[in-house]
């Protein structure tokens, strides 16, 4: 008994024959578009900074709030990470971990003298691209509505 043609092959055949082959694609859904970070609001750049370089939550709001400014007081990063860190030091220590953790990345936080803390536009530009090619998988694993 013969094999039923395949699929490439009867197609194939119409072609040979001088026919004209429609092929229909379903529709698939809207690709959600990848927000920059910089649109993001900073409590959702917190959430995307965290996942991607598996920070705490102090260390994610603290990356994120560096990442909206160009420097932050050891006072302004206490305040925002208040509910862990109930002096200047604890920021310090903060830093000191989140460093250890952007090291792998080649990103750097400056410390800015009599300011406190931030980040330059390498750095900056350098967790915008890591954070842009892990977007996709990030969407990807929202749930469908």
Do not use: C, W
């Amino acid at each position: 008994m013969p094999s039923e043609p395949t699929l490439a092959k009867l197609l194939q055949e119409a072609v040979d024959a001088g026919h004209v082959v429609f092929v229909h694609t379903p529709k698939l859904p809207p690709t959600p578009p990848i927000v920059p970070p910089d649109e993001r609001d900073e409590a959702t750049l917190a959430a995307a900074l965290g996942l991607v370089f598996k920070l705490s939550r102090s260390e994610s709001r603290m990356l994120a709030s560096l990442m909206r400014h160009e420097h932050r007081s050891k006072e302004e990063l206490r305040a925002i990470v208040s509910y862990n860190a109930s002096t200047a030091s604890s920021v310090s220590v903060i830093v000191h971990h989140l460093r250890k953790k952007l090291k792998p990345f080649n990103v750097e936080i400056s410390t800015v003298y009599k300011l406190g803390y931030g980040l330059d536009k390498s750095a900056r530009n350098k967790i915008q691209k890591i954070l842009t090619e892990h977007n996709e998988p990030i969407i990807a694993a929202r749930a469908p509505r």
